[in-house]
């Protein structure tokens, strides 16, 4: 299994319409995980941290299931403006030093009007 | 404003010339990494730095050189030695310590074309 593993899409998604991609992550001992978006010739900005809990920000909902490995982002009643790549980002592991957070591909959603 | 800010935005360069490119934080962060990315794949870590005038490789740093002499600033030189240096350059910046466990945030980014 690759470090951390997206589906590339695109997803096209029609506005108003709710989406969820998952990622899935090989090492067992990773304990931070985010999303980051990033626009297209754009840098990538942190979307929302993952925590054991489930968190949710809005219209984003993100979610992590330690025992199969993968974490989700829900978003509901898309916008135009979610258009973007979604990299889903994972830590190396406990003491996995500085160097530690590995980043998906991404996964491209595009939402129509 | 606390930022990120990598200049120049776009730099076109010959083959066989070295290039400086910027990154300077005002966040107060310690740690800092240079990433490169190229089209459809993943960002790949090229040196990062915990504190000042400490930095490690990661994954690519063949053919880069860095240095971290203040803590706002960590200068990435691509150097005549990288094979493929075309791509999109990331600076970022966290609060962490060395246990990369903390958010990054992200310069704007440099596009480097090497022709």
């Known amino acids: 299994r690759k470090e951390v593993e997206q589906d590339p899409g695109p997803f096209n998604v029609p506005e108003g319409a709710t989406v969820a991609f998952n990622c899935t992550y090989s090492?067992?001992?990773?304990?931070?995980f985010f999303w980051y978006r990033q626009d297209c010739r754009k840098e990538p900005k942190l979307l929302m941290s993952?925590?054991?809990s489930g968190n949710e920000d809005g219209r984003f909902t993100a979610q992590l299931n330690r025992a199969s490995q993968y974490i989700s982002l829900l978003i509901r009643d898309s916008k135009l403006s979610d258009s973007a790549t979604y990299l889903c980002v994972v830590n190396k592991g406990f003491g996995g030093g500085a160097d530690g957070l590995t980043f998906g591909k991404g996964t491209h959603l595009i939402i129509q009007p | 404003d606390g930022g990120i800010t990598q200049s120049p935005k776009y730099l076109f360069r010959k083959e066989g010339q070295n290039v400086t490119l910027s990154c300077e934080q005002n966040?107060?962060?310690?740690?800092m990494y240079w990433y490169r990315q190229d089209p459809g794949q993943g960002l790949r870590l090229i040196y990062y730095?915990?504190?000042?005038?400490?930095?490690q490789k990661g994954d690519i740093a063949e053919g880069y050189s860095v240095s971290r002499e203040k803590k706002e600033s960590f200068p990435l030189t691509v150097t005549s030695a990288q094979k493929n240096p075309t791509a999109f350059y990331l600076c970022?910046?966290?609060?962490?310590?060395?246990?990369?466990?903390?958010?990054?945030?992200f310069g704007p980014g440099t596009r480097l074309t090497v022709t």
């Open positions: 970022a910046s966290s609060i962490s310590k060395g246990n990369g466990v903390g958010e990054q945030y």
């Open positions: 966040l107060n962060h310690d740690a």
């Open positions: 730095s915990q504190i000042v005038n400490d930095f």
């Open positions: 090492n067992s001992a990773s304990q931070s």
């Open positions: 993952v925590y054991s």
